[in-house]
């Protein structure tokens, strides 16, 4: 069973912080690592992807990578109030077919 | 570029029934992948169609079926709904050449009773 794991939350930062989520995945020949934010009640909106070991950067966005530890992360800089959403780490499988972990939730508090 | 639209966005159904729904995916984009989100299990992979065939499927029961037309429209379909099939349905399309990169519709939130 190929799993991909996050911490549920929620993790709550002050607005103007780091907020720091964090995924690890289970299948090694994994190659391609997504980012998605979804507000409640909506469907999910793709941030960040990443393919290659080391730091993608997307304006306050980070993704960063490490297949040896089959770790994926997602920094959030100057954290705002509109960050506040669930962040779904996705792992492409076999196929075309996504496998996402269950999600963090983020509060970022005024 | 218009988004993926899915329809209908909201549906009630009563158990044993069956449903149909539908998405269109980004002009241009020839894969669509159907996604069942629920509190419990979060989103699970349903299946992928491509060029109007079936290419990948997840683990779900054969109740749950799909097609994609020559225009890439793909229709999905519950036969003999249960109360566990209440869930966000989302669609998601991709391009030939980003297919990796998946793109959500909104929904079609179903509720069976």
């Known amino acids: 069973q190929k799993e991909v794991e996050q911490n549920s939350g929620p993790l709550s930062v002050p607005e103007g912080a780091i907020a720091s989520l964090n995924c690890t995945y289970s299948d090694r020949v994994s190659q391609s690592f997504f980012w998605y934010r979804q507000y409640s009640g909506k469907s999910p909106e793709l941030i960040m992807s990443?393919?290659?070991?080391g730091d993608k950067e997307d304006g306050r966005f980070t993704a960063q990578l490490n297949k040896a530890s089959q770790y994926v992360s997602l920094l959030i800089r100057d954290s705002q109030p509109s960050d506040s959403a669930t962040y779904l780490c996705?792992?492409?499988?076999?196929?075309?077919?996504?496998?996402f972990g269950g999600g963090t939730r983020l509060m970022v508090k005024p | 570029k218009a988004g993926v639209t899915q329809t209908p966005r909201y549906l009630i159904k009563t158990r044993g029934q069956q449903v149909t729904l539908s998405c269109s995916p980004i002009?241009?984009?020839?894969?669509v992948s159907w996604y069942q989100q629920t509190p419990g299990q979060g989103l699970q992979f349903l299946f992928e169609?491509?060029?109007?065939?079936?290419?990948n499927k997840g683990n779900f029961p054969g109740r749950f079926s799909g097609r994609q037309f020559s225009n890439s429209r793909s229709e999905m379909n519950v036969s003999t709904l249960e109360l566990g099939d209440s869930a966000l349905y989302l669609c998601?399309?991709?391009?030939?050449?980003?297919?990796?990169?998946?793109?959500f519709g909104p929904g079609t939130r179903l509720l069976v009773l």
């Open positions: 002009s241009g984009h020839r894969s």
């Open positions: 998601a399309s991709s391009s030939r050449l980003a297919e990796e990169t998946q793109y």
């Open positions: 169609y491509f060029s109007e065939t079936q290419r």
């Open positions: 996705a792992v492409k499988n076999a196929g075309n077919m996504l496998t």
């Open positions: 990443i393919y290659s070991n």
